[in-house]
């Protein structure tokens, strides 16, 4: 019968991956075209945001952006792990690999389509807009650059996680929004 493995046997594997982890990002991610794809990727984004932003909403837009960077991170962290899809290349070895486009990209763009589409017509059409861009031209891009890895996962069930939740995280600043106002 094989042991089940303890504690300290998981800590011992994280060490080594985290020391393989360092190793790799350093002779192969950083500074590479991909790293800095990933960097404008980080950054640019919330340079447009703050353009395109109506500051008088700023706490309403910003409160829809941090509840879709939660979620983004929390779905991605629970895909990654469960082998989902992954993503070879990091910007910072120390910090997982999804923060430019879960605490970035999808934030910064699910806010521009709350700040312009008010009702939910327009919204659900403009998330399928959104959902339809991140599942079929941004994840296939990404995959082409070998950034985004699917394992056991396809860019239509992307498309509909991405309705899904563009749709409940309105649905939520929506009623957050109400039971403040009462």
């Known amino acids: 019968m094989s042991r089940i493995p303890s504690y300290k046997d998981e800590q011992s594997i994280r060490e080594k991956l985290r020391d393989i982890s360092l190793e790799h990002w350093v002779h192969e991610d950083l500074f590479s075209f991909n790293w800095w794809l990933l960097l404008a990727a980080s950054i640019l984004p919330f340079f447009i945001w703050w353009r395109l932003l109506d500051k008088s909403r700023l706490f309403e837009i910003l409160t829809f952006g941090l509840i879709c960077a939660i979620f983004a991170c929390f779905l991605d962290v629970v895909g990654v792990s469960i082998l989902l899809w992954g993503y070879p290349d990091k910007l910072f070895h120390f910090i997982p690999p999804l923060v430019p486009a879960d605490f970035?990209?999808?934030?910064?763009?699910?806010?521009?389509?709350?700040?312009?589409?008010?009702?939910?017509?327009?919204?659900?059409?403009?998330?399928?807009?959104?959902?339809?861009?991140f599942a079929y031209i941004i994840e296939p891009l990404f995959s082409f650059l070998n950034m985004f890895v699917l394992i056991n996962w396809k860019h239509t069930y992307s498309l509909i996680g991405f309705i899904l939740f563009f749709l409940c995280i309105r649905l939520l600043t929506l009623s957050l929004k109400r039971a403040v106002e009462k």
């Open 104 to 133: 970035v990209i999808i934030p910064v763009s699910g806010m521009l389509i709350y700040q312009y589409f008010s009702t939910w017509k327009s919204y659900t059409v403009a998330a399928v807009g959104l959902g339809v861009l």
